[in-house]
């Protein structure tokens, strides 16, 4: 099935270092989902960006919405030991209904 | 507001049998997809209903179906299951018509032996 190119695939950080991942596809998107999932959990959704260019924050969250529309990219900062679990993109193509998903970026902090 | 609600939470089947599983999306929301997650595919769309129509399949074979109820619920069946269904299945609800947002259940782990 189809995926979306998720980097980095995993992470080791020390807790308080800041945190970057990204997302890219070949297609054109129209919305990004960035979601948290942990082990035995449904994903939860952290963010939600709806427009090229737009950069949204929630707490030490920060999405952008690449300019190109094939891209985003997720930052944490300042990582705290709950921050682990697997990060995954989103990716919506207009009129289709659907979502693709990243491969997902695992993160895992050390205290 | 209650969230995505899934169940059964756990299922185990044997090689043949065949399996439906419940979503009740978020109160007011139309919409509900569900995925299928495993290790090796990481989540995989199955299918989009809104209204109780179904108006997006993915590259799934003919096993695997859905409906979609007048109060938004929603079930997928898997028939003849295989060892390779094995996966968590997971739901997730949006608004609509456009689905723009979409919240997810906890999931139901479907154990195939």
């Known amino acids: 099935g189809q995926q979306l190119n998720q980097s980095p695939q995993s992470m080791f950080i020390q807790e308080g270092e800041d945190v970057s991942m990204n997302c890219t596809s070949s297609?054109?998107?129209?919305?990004w989902l960035w979601y948290k999932q942990e082990p035995g959990e449904g994903p939860v959704l952290l963010i939600a960006?709806?427009?090229?260019?737009e950069l949204t924050s929630n707490g030490r969250l920060t999405a952008q919405f690449g300019i190109t529309r094939k891209d985003s990219f997720l930052n944490i900062s300042a990582s705290i030991p709950s921050d682990v679990g697997i990060y995954f993109c989103?990716?919506?193509?207009?009129?289709?209904?659907?979502?693709?998903f990243g491969t997902g970026t695992r993160l895992k902090v050390l205290a | 507001k209650a969230g995505v609600t899934q169940t059964p939470r756990y299922l185990i089947k044997t090689r043949g049998q065949q399996v439906t599983l419940s979503c009740s999306p978020i109160s007011g929301h139309r919409s509900v997809s569900w995925y299928q997650q495993t290790p090796g595919q990481g989540l995989q769309f199955l299918f989009e209903?809104?209204?109780?129509?179904?108006?997006n399949k993915g590259n799934f074979p003919g096993r695997f179906s859905g409906r979609q109820f007048s109060n938004s619920r929603s079930e997928m069946n898997v028939s003849t299951l295989e060892l390779g269904d094995s996966a968590l299945y997971l739901c997730a609800s949006g608004t609509g018509p456009s689905t723009d947002t979409q919240y997810f259940g906890p999931g139901t782990r479907l154990t195939v032996l």
């Open positions: 209903y809104f209204s109780e129509t179904q108006r």
């Open positions: 989103a990716g919506q193509t207009s009129g289709t209904y659907k979502y693709i």
């Open positions: 960006l709806y427009k090229a260019g």
């Open positions: 297609s054109i998107f129209n919305t």
